[in-house]
């Protein structure tokens, strides 16, 4: 065949599919005006249907030019009439074949409707998620022209009713839908989920709205509960040891007891050589710092002291402290304990004050106990030390320690899983006094929150720097030195040795009659140097209303002498009736009021010595302020209630053997986790009027203590009480 024979076929061919077009279009306009009809006014009366989805023929998915037949040409059955009627077409077809060939549009115009139809295809489905509009009855409009609205599966019937489809003018065909159920058939009932997704189709901006509100309330939420990320690296557990960090470098502990220790962290640079009695300065130096991982794994020496027999003990190089912590972390962080305890400012520290990691556990706290420096290395106030700094000054390096640890726990605690805004400081015997010193001075304020004091001196330094320089000349003539580089060039063993006797605090009894002569000379350690301590602590508890909370209190016979606490002394009635008369009581006059108060036995003899030696004179510093509580703790362990036996309650180192002892525990124990977590004591009077606390098997409050008004009022108490 000729290419101008298949150019003619093809016309041809194109001639009968325009035809063919024709004649569906004009079917299709029967069916629209039969719908139109007065005779289907029931139609109209009848509400809209929904377009199914489905329900509608999209022009472009067949071509006219495609040589493969449609489906729905293909599903339907060859009619009889066709082959009539397409031979008739042909006919008219050749007739007319010059005037269609000048209105039938070029290939390209055609390829482009094809197009078209398969975009507006595309695009029908995405009609059905934006509102219908309405016509003026109030019914959604369906058929407008180039838009169509996709009914839900929900609304389509079931029903057999007319099918025949209705053309459009963009050239779709729609189904028409099937009226109402006939009566008495009841709609099928819809699924619960398929009527959310409809109700939610129909109310789109609500329902993204509401999900958008509950998005960010869930976020909020999470983010609240989670709280805020420290961006320091986390500690890392290995085995039996953890590792954490401060301020100087990356720090090593251990396990023990389900909890961490960390024993013998440096906190200042040491105090030998030239830095001997030189106030304690904070490691902030690289070159004191240190590259690798300081293992902080066992104890440290104390510093150089005194013990219980007399000898010498300890270090130089003593300026280290130990924290026992539950966890280490950094969210939900714990209340502190900062624990200072010394028996005497000589000697005997840390006492009982040594806390564990079982104990941190237990009670749920963080307990840092540094080490601190006593006696003449701690204490000593001397006209060549004095010389030798600018300004001049001399005394008080124990202090400083406590204060640049102080600093230490404000810097670092936090890394150790502790809470440096809930800082309590808990003095023990002479700790406690350093602590009621370092109250209310400006170098130490905002270092603590809560201080708790037990069974310190009342006696606070009243004695100018050159008074005290004056004092201590009795030790320089006997280690023979006159300036400050031969002091610094002593051993420890020969600075000790030098110490005068009487420096040291003795087994105190009941005052002596000498007592009222030699006041004003017997030793004291503490000064006012006019560094740390410039006016006396008496003037400053006698002022303003201090920032931080305090809680004071001691034993009932926390000034037993050591001689007594043996269980084989025994004292009758005569022996301590001669006692109390040959005391400074006697030469007073006040013995048979002493020995009417008190019975004439040994606990009633310890408690005359505790009341005028510890807890009279403690209570009168109390009183200073409306708002501190005392307690004293009653219940006996063993013969009586020694001067350690509150601290021993507190720590769980009382061995409870009685119900009553169990008691006693348990309310000290009670007293102080609540102070320490709370800052409060409760049943505590705000007016000062009740504050007063008597402590044995259980918490009683009182309106004050019995006999301290007595020996206040003859200036017994506060002139004889303990010094250290």
């Known amino acids: 065949m000729s290419q101008g024979d298949q150019e003619k076929s093809l016309d041809k061919k194109e001639i009968a599919e325009e035809e063919r077009e024709k004649m569906l279009n004009a079917e299709n306009t ?4 039969s719908s139109t009809a007065p005779d289907s006014e029931s139609e109209e009366q009848k509400p809209k249907k929904k377009i199914p989805i489905g329900g509608i023929k999209m022009p472009g998915f067949c071509r006219t030019k495609s040589k493969e037949p449609c489906k729905d040409d293909e599903s339907k059955p060859t009619e009889s009439g066709d082959a009539d009627t397409t031979e008739k077409n042909a006919k008219e077809n050749e007739q ?3 005037s269609e060939k000048t209105n039938t549009p070029s290939k390209e115009v055609k390829e482009k409707e094809g197009r078209k139809g398969f975009l507006d295809a595309i695009k029908l489905p995405l009609v059905s998620v934006f509102p219908r509009k309405k016509n003026k009855d109030g019914e959604v409009e369906l058929g407008t022209t180039g838009a169509a609205g996709l009914a839900s599966v929900e609304t389509l019937d ?9 053309g459009t003018e963009d050239g779709m065909e729609t189904v028409r839908l099937d009226g109402d159920a006939p009566d008495g058939i009841e709609s099928p009932k819809q699924h619960f989920l398929v009527s959310c997704i409809s109700a939610a189709r129909r109310n789109l901006f609500v329902s993204v709205a509401t999900l958008c509100i509950l998005i960010s309330v869930i976020i909020i939420v999470c983010v609240a509960c989670i709280g805020p990320r420290k961006a320091t690296t986390q500690p890392i557990k290995d085995g039996n040891y953890i590792k954490t960090v401060t301020s100087c470098g990356p720090v090593q502990g251990v396990s023990e007891d389900g909890a961490f220790a960390f024993r013998g962290i440096p906190y200042a640079i040491p105090p030998v050589e030239n830095r001997r009695w030189q106030p304690a300065e904070a490691i902030q130096k690289i070159e004191h710092c240190w590259t690798n991982t300081y293992l902080a794994h066992n104890s440290t020496e104390v510093c150089s002291q005194f013990d219980g027999s007399g000898g010498v003990i300890g270090a130089e190089d003593c300026l280290y402290l130990d924290v026992f912590t539950p966890e280490v972390k950094y969210d939900s962080p714990l209340p502190v304990v900062v624990m200072i305890g010394a028996e005497t400012l000589s000697g005997g520290s840390p006492g009982i004050m040594q806390p564990s990691a079982k104990l941190a556990r237990v009670r749920d706290m963080v307990f840092v106990r540094p080490n601190f420096r006593l006696g ?14 600018h300004p001049p000054t001399s005394g008080n390096y124990g202090l400083s320690d406590i204060i640049v640890a102080l600093h230490w726990v404000q810097l670092n605690i936090e890394h150790f899983g502790g809470d440096k805004k809930s800082v309590t400081l808990w003095g023990h015997r002479a700790g406690g006094t350093l602590v009621t010193t370092l109250v209310g001075i400006r170098r130490a304020k905002d270092l603590f929150s809560r201080v708790w004091i037990s069974s310190g001196s009342a006696i606070f330094p009243g004695r100018e720097l050159e008074d005290s320089e004056k004092l201590s000349e009795q030790f320089l003539n006997s280690i023979k030195c006159s300036d400050a580089a031969c002091l610094r060039s002593k051993s420890v063993d020969e600075l000790m040795d030098s110490v005068p006797d009487t420096w040291h605090l003795g087994n105190t009894g009941l005052p002596e009659a000498r007592e009222a002569t030699s006041r004003d000379r017997r030793h004291e350690w503490l000064v006012l140097d006019r560094a740390i301590l410039q006016e006396p602590v008496g003037r400053i508890w006698a002022g303003d209303e201090f920032s931080v909370k305090i809680v004071m209190g001691t034993t009932a016979h926390a000034g037993v002498p050591l001689k007594y606490l043996n269980s084989n002394i025994t004292l009758n009635s005569t022996q301590v009736e001669k006692l109390v008369r040959e005391s400074l009581l006697g030469t007073s006059d006040l013995a048979d009021e002493a020995l009417k108060r008190y019975n004439a036995t040994l606990k009633g003899l310890v408690s005359m010595i505790s009341d005028i030696r510890v807890i009279c004179p403690l209570l009168t510093v109390a009183r200073m302020k409306t708002n501190i509580p005392f307690y004293v703790a009653t219940q006996p362990r063993g013969q009586f209630a020694d001067p350690d036996s509150d601290a021993a309650a507190i720590l769980g180192s009382f061995a409870a053997r009685t119900p009553a002892e169990k008691r006693h525990v348990s309310a000290m124990q009670q007293l102080f ?17 009740k504050r007063v606390f008597i402590i044995g098997q259980d918490k009683l409050a009182q309106q004050d203590y019995p006999n301290c008004d007595v020996w206040i009022g003859e200036n017994i108490v506060p002139s004889y009480g303990r010094v250290d």
Request: hydrophobic share 35%.
């Open 30 to 33: 029967k069916h629209t005006v």
């Open 376 to 389: 003449v290395f701690g204490f000593l106030a001397a006209e060549p030390l004095s010389r030798a700094t």
């Open 673 to 689: 986790n609540h102070y320490v977590w709370h800052g409060e004591v409760g049943q505590a009077d705000s007016n000062g009027v």
């Open 158 to 166: 079931d029903g057999a009713g007319d099918k025949n489809p209705v």
């Open 96 to 98: 007319n074949v010059s």
